[in-house]
């Protein structure tokens, strides 16, 4: 739990908030694994627009340290994702956003990571960056990925709220309104190798997750109708 009822409370409200949004703007529904571990947890899931992490929120009843990459960037909103221990994942603090990590789960709570780092189109996954399995490693967490879908053609881009970072841009991709489907999978509890060195263990580990969303994501696909790729 977090220290803070008052942090909790706010971040519940704030919750409270989006599914307002959500009843008049997204036809939102979650399905999958009802059988998530107790304890903390390591949920992962593909990055498929800027506002997905909200999606999390609403799948996911607990409270979560997410962490973030650009948007930590801004100015006015990093105090503010500092005051509720969310964790920057900006260049400059890369070295510590795994321990961050760790030391939330230590506390019993939670965190949620998209490892692609960037939006991809629906229904296709990018390359998942290792930091997922470090993660995991370290804390021994059970992971419990998650698959987001949309109708390609419900995103919108705003060009004008993009964000660069060490010359890389991060496009600002929303879907105001339309069809949102979130998909839980059981959760992986992936075995250390110690045959093999770590580097090659991350990237197996860090493949388990990308096929179980790569699984749940064919399994969404039927709802899109062409939407997604074949």
């Given at each position: 739990?977090?220290?803070?009822h008052?942090?909790?409370?706010?971040?519940?409200?704030?919750?409270?908030?989006?599914?307002?949004?959500?009843?008049?703007?997204w036809?939102?529904?979650?399905s999958?694994?009802?059988?998530?571990?107790?304890?903390?947890?390591?949920?992962?899931?593909n990055?498929?627009?800027?506002?997905?992490?909200?999606?999390?929120?609403?799948?996911?009843?607990?409270?979560?340290?997410?962490?973030?990459?650009?948007?930590?960037?801004?100015?006015?909103?990093?105090?503010?994702?500092?005051?509720?221990?969310?964790?920057?994942?900006?260049?400059?603090?890369?070295?510590?956003?795994?321990?961050?990590?760790?030391?939330?789960?230590?506390?019993?709570?939670?965190?949620?990571?998209?490892?692609?780092?960037?939006?991809?189109?629906?229904?296709?996954?990018?390359?998942?960056?290792?930091?997922?399995?470090?993660?995991?490693?370290?804390?021994?967490?059970?992971?419990?990925p998650l698959?987001?879908?949309?109708?390609?053609?419900?995103?919108?881009?705003?060009?004008?709220?993009?964000m660069?970072?060490?010359?890389?841009?991060?496009?600002a991709?929303?879907?105001?309104?339309?069809?949102?489907?979130?998909?839980?999978?059981?959760?992986?509890?992936?075995?250390?190798?110690?045959?093999?060195?770590?580097?090659?263990?991350?990237?197996?580990?860090?493949?388990?997750?990308?096929?179980s969303?790569?699984?749940?994501?064919?399994?969404?696909?039927?709802?899109?109708?062409?939407?997604?790729?074949?």
């Amino acid at each position: 739990m977090p220290r803070s009822h008052v942090k909790q409370f706010l971040y519940h409200s704030f919750v409270g908030l989006i599914r307002t949004y959500s009843r008049f703007a997204w036809d939102f529904r979650v399905s999958g694994s009802v059988r998530v571990p107790l304890g903390p947890k390591i949920y992962v899931a593909n990055h498929i627009s800027s506002v997905d992490p909200y999606w999390v929120m609403m799948a996911v009843p607990e409270f979560l340290h997410f962490v973030i990459g650009p948007p930590f960037g801004i100015r006015w909103l990093a105090p503010v994702f500092r005051s509720f221990e969310q964790i920057n994942a900006m260049p400059q603090h890369r070295k510590t956003t795994v321990s961050q990590a760790c030391h939330y789960l230590a506390l019993g709570e939670s965190v949620y990571i998209a490892p692609e780092g960037d939006v991809q189109p629906p229904f296709q996954l990018g390359h998942f960056y290792s930091g997922l399995s470090k993660i995991h490693r370290r804390s021994l967490a059970p992971i419990v990925p998650l698959a987001m879908a949309v109708s390609p053609g419900s995103i919108r881009r705003h060009p004008k709220w993009d964000m660069k970072v060490d010359g890389r841009t991060y496009e600002a991709r929303i879907v105001w309104r339309g069809k949102v489907r979130v998909m839980a999978g059981e959760a992986l509890t992936p075995g250390l190798r110690h045959d093999v060195d770590e580097e090659e263990d991350d990237r197996r580990i860090t493949e388990e997750v990308r096929a179980s969303i790569a699984t749940m994501l064919d399994k969404l696909a039927p709802e899109f109708d062409d939407s997604a790729p074949s």
